[in-house]
């Protein structure tokens, strides 16, 4: 059964450790590996630090065999927590209080250097061949790509953003059971109407549920701004526009267009919240936070980007939201879409604080899924792979996700992952 991803806990559960080897004939039914993690790691490549603990290291790393958390396990936990930390303070006494701040800073540092992409296991192309591919010579006929994806009924319905060859763009309907055959609708559930869609269209669309009511956020393009904007429906079918959202040229730092609302789908601190795509005065497109009482209404709330680029990184060009984001109890995933200088997109991961969004805990270091297929590095725009959906696969792990991206601006594929505990 396909499930939205809820709000999850990072605690293991018995036999919920993450596969290593996804099967690509069965994606959801490759047996089960222990994960691989911290305590793991100490105990087979680090003798000599574990020599003082070493009956609780077998323990853990047996636990790890095991592939469950008992109470046990929590105890022994606490007990090597408790003694790094009596470590770090005998440190800290040890040294003068000028220096104090600086080693504040080198342990955080160390505590999350890349940590976000240690948040799912490695990702693997569920499928060597598009899902989704142009065909015909109407609307869809010169790509199809950038999806949005939600469960309905047991059935993941895919979004899709359709360009005809005049570059004008609207979104397809598809729905699949086993989420790689996909049954398109022949006609567009969304076409541009308005002064702010006309002649470019309507693009890359994301998608979140409250309540029974789909929200969509989308770009409004009309060959001469692009704004982020938003449309609601009960069916995915019938969508009511409710406008601009973010509207160009109007932010504290995102002086120019604005595009890709990535909805956190749960209210934090009494209010919803959205990351977004602004481009600064540099014209670098970097990602922003907004946040709303209704879910129609949204504000900036942040006078800088949340997620910004990094120069001589694989996102110093472009950091920009994908799907939206997952809420578990140690930070908000968000999955995001970065490009470098020369606009090769790839993945990253970018984790911020649960409690507050505007906090940007930890982000990939280097990408985590890159353009490599012919299809992903040859079409309307080359070497490009954008992540814009993403669905759980319910069953006894819970963890599985399946994420559904354009590949070179002109093709849908899917790639799989496990939530790392």
Known sequence: MWGQPPRLSCRAKPGSCPSQNPSHSDPFNAGATPSVDRFRLACGNSADVCARETKLAQTICQNEQG?????ARHRIRLGLDLSFAAQVIAVIRSINSKALVAVSSLVLALTFHDSANQTFAAWHRVSDIPVIS???????????FNP???????????????QDKRGTSRLGYAESSDGLKFARRAEPVLSPLEDYEKD???EDPRLVQFNGTYYLTYTGYNKKDAQLCLATSKDLIHWQRKGVILPAYKGHWNVKWTKSGAIVPEKIDGKYWMYFLGTSADNRDQTGLASSTDLIHW????D??????RAGQFDSRVAEPGPAPLVTSTGIVLIYNGADDKLVYRTGIAVFDPHDPRHLISRSDQPVFAPEKD?????????????EGMVQKRDKRNDRYLFYYG???????????SLNH
């Open 67 to 71: 592939g469950g958390e008992s109470k």
């Open 134 to 144: 142009p065909r015909g010579d109407g609307w869809e006929s010169a790509g199809t």
């Open 148 to 162: 949005a994806v939600v469960v309905r009924d047991g059935k993941i319905v895919m979004l899709y953003r359709a």
């Open 200 to 202: 470019g269209g309507v």
């Open 299 to 302: 504000t900036e709330v942040t």
């Open 304 to 309: 800088s980007p949340v997620l910004p680029v």
């Open 375 to 387: 299809w992903e590095k040859i079409g309307q725009v080359p070497n490009v792979v954008f992540v």
């Open 407 to 417: 590949g070179a601006d002109k093709y849908v594929g899917v790639a799989e992952t």
